[in-house]
């Protein structure tokens, strides 16, 4: 199956340092990426969506100077992370959607993750 | 994008099959059903998905009764493994929508 890698699995950093969490579908192609935001016992919450070759578009809230996306290919999305704060730590998860013809309805693929820890 | 309901946490025991029940009273017509199953620190996994009556795969079924305002996730035979938080989301059929989560529910399996 289809399968969206993400790295580092794990970071922890400095508060005021910058962060760059990458997301690679590894077998398939993807045009649309979306990022989310986990924090603990709580559901995901999108932050945004990446479209390949255009800027993302972001939800309500979330600050684009801070959370820096770039969607430069067709298998590689990035977040960025600037200046980052302790309340910035979270999970961060990031989903590919798949191209072409799927298995299901708007059949899309997660990562494992990315811990962020902000000290 | 419909709103969906679930109950926040549920508990069974090994071996016994589990039914989790997701309201989406204001579902449109063009919306499908999607189960994602999510363990801790992990990405969401797709367990099935649905736009009427019955569907069932290598892992569960989906029962949706035909005013499709509810669905049921059913899980035979679960086990401890099967311990993970559990999210309904209905989505527009009609092209390329964002995915929202609602706060899924949290099955605890008990040995």
Not at chain 1, 20 to 43: G, H, N, V
Not at chain 2, 29 to 43: A, H, M, R
Request: glycine share 6%; charged share 15%; aromatic share 10%.
């Amino acid at each position: 199956g289809a399968v969206v890698s993400q790295h580092p699995s794990r970071v922890i950093c400095k508060s005021g340092t910058s962060v760059k969490i990458e997301c690679r579908s590894l077998d398939f192609q993807a045009t649309t990426m979306f990022w989310y935001r986990q924090f603990p016992k709580q559901s995901l919450m999108l932050m945004a969506t990446s479209n390949e070759g255009s800027k993302a578009t972001y939800e309500q809230g979330v600050e684009k100077d801070k959370f820096l996306i770039n969607h430069a290919s067709l298998t590689l999305s990035t977040l960025t992370v600037t200046s980052a704060h302790p309340e910035d730590s979270s999970f961060y998860i990031c989903s590919a959607r798949v191209v072409g013809p799927a298995r299901f309805f708007d059949e899309q693929f997660f990562g494992p993750g990315t811990r962020l820890t902000v000290l | 994008l419909a709103k969906t309901t679930q109950p926040i946490s549920m508990d069974s025991y090994e071996g016994q099959e589990v039914n989790i029940t997701c309201s989406h009273n204001n579902i449109a017509t063009n919306d499908y059903i999607t189960w994602y199953q999510q363990f801790p620190s992990q990405g969401p996994r797709f367990i099935i998905q649905g736009y009427k009556t019955k569907v069932t795969n290598e892992v569960a079924s989906l029962f949706i009764p035909a005013d499709r305002k509810s669905s049921t996730l059913s899980l035979p035979r679960v086990s401890l493994s099967d311990t993970a938080v559990y999210y309904c989301l209905v989505g527009d059929g009609g092209g390329y929508q964002k995915v929202t989560f609602g706060i899924g529910t949290k099955l605890q399996v008990i040995p």
